[in-house]
């Protein structure tokens, strides 16, 4: 049920604060997914900033087709798991599909994220009509990072996996999503599969750390799934690089991952999406 000295916070350890002082100085936010003790030490090794137990466990630990089965009880294991692991990296447990029909059960799952999980932010995926509970959530000190552009818990409604904001309205739509969010109080945002220029221009907009994945190089941060970067993603999406093929062993794949990032080496070109 606890999750004891993860509570405390600790020196020179990334924070929102940090975060935001990293967007203020222009230092990149080096940010992967993880899901378990072992490989989330390597990463805190490795000097990433932030740890997501994603969703997208269920797809590359579990096997599922998408992210939809997911439970809150699983996000708890796996993110203590990860927790355990972790001294300087933020700790990020998602918000899975179902998790927040109304802000009321939204405010109670984040709550066994915090309290159980040892999660020190939750992330939840939508725009305005998310609002309220981003509000309920920061009135109860439980830092938010919120997801806009592919949602993956949408993939029913999307019908697929592909690049959002093209059109103008959408792109203009996602803007004013964006404001909302930060305005209720996110702390952070996930931008994912949008045009590079559009990450690049609401990253500039807003004065919350934008983190792009398939977003481009013009965001405050990255983050990849830890499976994509290691190699082992048998069909990657395009967006990804799979840094251990390139390194020899896992740390060096994971400190190469960290040191593009931090030089704005990746994403590249062909990592991004044009409008
Ligand atoms: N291994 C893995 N990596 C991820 O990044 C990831 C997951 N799983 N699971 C949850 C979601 C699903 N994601 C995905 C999956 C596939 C594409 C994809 O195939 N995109 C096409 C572009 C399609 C288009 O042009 O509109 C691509 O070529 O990459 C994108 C995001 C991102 N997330
Ligand atoms: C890809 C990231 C942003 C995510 O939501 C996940 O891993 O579940
Ligand atoms: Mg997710």
New binding site residues.
């Given amino acids: 049920m606890t999750s004891g000295d993860r509570q405390r916070p600790r020196g020179g350890a990334v924070n929102v604060t940090r975060l935001a002082a990293m967007k203020r100085d222009g230092e990149p936010i080096a940010c992967l997914t993880a899901y378990d003790y072992g490989f989330a030490a390597a990463c805190e090794r490795a000097g990433v900033d932030l740890l997501l137990v994603g969703d997208?466990l269920g797809?590359?630990v579990q096997g599922h087709e998408t992210?939809l089965p997911v439970t809150v009880e699983e996000v708890i294991y796996h993110t203590r798991c990860v927790a355990r692991a972790c001294r300087r990296s933020l700790v990020v447990a998602d918000m899975p599909f179902m998790s927040h029909p109304d802000a009321e059960s939204g405010l109670a799952s984040a709550g066994r994220l915090v309290k159980e999980g040892g999660a020190q932010m939750v992330k939840l995926e939508g725009g305005a009509e998310q609002a309220a509970l981003v509000s309920r959530l920061s009135a109860n000190g439980i830092p938010v990072c919120a997801h806009l552009g592919?949602r993956?818990q949408q993939v029913h409604k999307l019908g697929g996996?592909?690049?959002q904001g093209r059109a103008e309205a959408e792109a203009e739509a996602m803007a004013a999503d964006a404001r909302a969010l930060e305005e209720a109080g996110a702390d952070l945002l996930i931008l994912?599969?949008v045009p590079a220029a559009l990450a690049r221009r609401l990253a500039g907009a807003l004065a919350i750390p934008v983190i792009g994945?398939?977003a481009g190089s013009g965001c405050d941060g990255q983050i990849?799934?830890l499976?994509?970067v290691l190699g082992v993603?048998p069909q990657?999406?395009?967006?990804?690089r799979a840094f251990g093929r390139e390194a020899a062993g896992v740390e060096p794949a994971l400190a190469a991952y960290v040191e593009a990032v931090k030089a704005r080496s990746f994403p590249g070109e062909q990592h991004g999406?044009q409008a």
């Fill in positions: 997208s797809m590359v992210t592919l993956p996996y592909r690049v994912e599969c994945i398939g990849l799934v499976h994509d993603t990657p999406p395009r967006f990804a999406f």
